[in-house]
């Protein structure tokens, strides 16, 4: 089955702490993306790729780092400098080109909470 | 640039009533819509899409959406509702061309038996 995988579910971190969420991908897509969810304010880019390799600021990208090594995968570090970081992080993905049809694909998410 | 704004934040209705979630968006260029569904603790999946063509699309689940240009709206509908159906549902927007995908802010759909 083609999909996006996230891990962990659940993550716990202590403040001061970086912590990586992974997000996988077997759909042979060439662009994949981060998003960060708040209750009541949708989803926010945090960063993208659209090749191997290449990555680019989201909206709020401040605090967060990615790595883009492989077309299958596009972790992302939360690093200590990220002042609010407890959030519902959703990896996606999609086609790279300007047409009709780069819908995005959506991971299961990852909650990651701050002690 | 594009901005989605859905109207209501909370639609509470009773089950086997229709329903209907409101998006209205702004934008200088050609768009192509969407609509996602969330079920709690989950990731987004694609509802229907609207892309060209005939104005009304249909998608999973006995949901539908009317693209309306001159009014900048895309509301989704669905005739009769099931509690299944209770979730968080998404509008978004990326113009012609683009890469970007802008979410709106989320319409929380409560159905109640």
């Known amino acids: 089955d083609g999909g996006i995988t996230q891990s962990p579910k659940y993550l716990f971190r202590k403040e001061g702490q970086n912590v990586t969420l992974s997000c996988e991908q077997n759909l042979n897509h060439d662009a994949m993306y981060w998003y960060r969810q708040d209750p009541g304010q949708g989803l926010r880019l945090i960063y993208y790729s659209q090749i191997v390799n290449d990555f680019q600021k989201g909206d709020i990208a401040e605090g967060y780092s990615v790595s883009r090594e492989k077309k299958e995968s596009f972790p992302l570090t939360v690093t200590s400098a990220q002042k609010n970081p407890t959030a519902f992080y959703l990896c996606?993905?999609?086609?790279?080109?300007?047409?009709?049809?780069?819908?995005?694909?959506f991971g299961p998410g990852t909650r990651l909470t701050v002690l | 640039a594009q901005s989605v704004t859905q109207l209501d934040s909370q639609v509470p209705v009773f089950e086997e009533a229709p329903v209907e979630l409101r998006c209205n968006y702004s934008s200088s260029v050609s768009v192509y819509l969407f609509w996602y569904v969330q079920y709690p603790n989950q990731g987004l999946q694609l509802l229907l899409k609207?892309?060209?063509?005939?104005?009304l699309v249909k998608g999973i689940n006995g949901f539908e959406a009317e693209f309306n240009k001159s009014q900048t709206s895309f509301h989704l509908r669905k005739p009769s509702v099931h509690i299944s159906d209770t979730a968080e549902y998404f509008c978004a927007v990326r113009g012609t061309g683009g890469f970007k995908t802008i979410f709106g802010a989320g319409t929380r759909l409560f159905v109640k038996a």
């Open positions: 609207y892309l060209s063509g005939s104005t």
């Open positions: 996606a993905s999609s086609v790279y080109d300007g047409g009709p049809y780069n819908e995005q694909f």
